[in-house]
């Protein structure tokens, strides 16, 4: 298995307030991607990192930043979430973009009340 | 842009059945094609990948063949089990994509019963 971790695993927290996930690789990929995945629209890219310091928004990435100061570590932050960011985040590594395949970790599930 | 189509669930199947989840793809070039299982509380993990046209996947007794003429790579398992229940999804790679990610289908929830 590919060395993914996510923390926490579990989160519930209020309206408004701001959240970090965590995401950290022992694979030395330089590939980093952030989803989501909600009943009914499957997996959804947020935002991803082709490098240190190097990110690009995905298909939602309205409401969250991120941030990749090591190659190990890829950080998913909600400034200020809502109820409708409830759902179940994954992390994701490649070694390399294109045909490549994606290695996907256990997931946060997030609550916002 | 690039798409996957898969079949929609759930699908349930009794043990020992024949199982088929469909898989379409529309894209630029030539694609890698990809399915994931996705158990309980779990997250994805991949099952089998194919990378040119008539190429075979194959893990775990499932299989699935890239057809460039359909445009299709269903998935295939000639006699499931109980512990096959889980969320699978389709997902191609396109080598025009530079850094685009994986493009993913919706997900066919497979139940089996015993």
């Known amino acids: 298995d590919a060395g993914i971790t996510q923390s926490p695993r579990h989160k519930v927290t209020e309206t408004g307030t701001p959240v970090t996930l965590r995401c950290h690789q022992t694979?030395?990929?330089?590939?980093m991607y952030w989803y989501r995945q909600d009943p009914g629209h499957g997996l959804r890219l947020i935002h991803y990192?082709?490098?240190?310091?190097?990110?690009d928004k995905g298909e939602v990435s309205d409401g969250y930043s991120v941030s990749r100061s090591k190659t190990e570590d890829f950080l998913l932050t909600l400034e200020s979430a809502t109820s409708s960011q409830t759902s179940v985040y994954f992390c994701?590594?490649?070694?390399?973009?294109?045909?490549?395949?994606?290695?996907f970790g256990p997931g946060t599930r997030l609550t916002v009340t | 842009g690039d798409s996957v189509t898969q079949m929609e669930g759930p699908v349930t199947l009794s043990e020992e059945a024949f199982l088929t989840i469909n898989c379409t793809y529309t894209a630029t070039g030539y694609p890698s094609l990809f399915w994931y299982v996705q158990y309980p509380g779990e997250g994805l993990q991949l099952l089998l990948k194919a990378t040119k046209a008539d190429d075979k996947g194959s893990n775990k007794g499932f299989e699935a063949t890239y057809r460039k003429e359909t445009t299709s790579f269903h998935l295939e398992k000639g006699s499931v089990q109980v512990s096959d229940s889980a969320v699978y999804f389709c997902?191609?790679?396109?080598?025009?994509?530079?850094?685009?990610?994986?493009?993913f289908g919706k997900g066919t929830r497979l139940s089996v019963i015993a």
């Open positions: 990192s082709y490098g240190v310091k190097d990110t």
């Open positions: 997902a191609l790679s396109s080598p025009n994509s530079g850094n685009t990610p994986l493009v």
């Open positions: 694979e030395n990929h330089r590939y």
């Open positions: 994701a590594i490649s070694s390399a973009g294109g045909l490549y395949e994606q290695y």
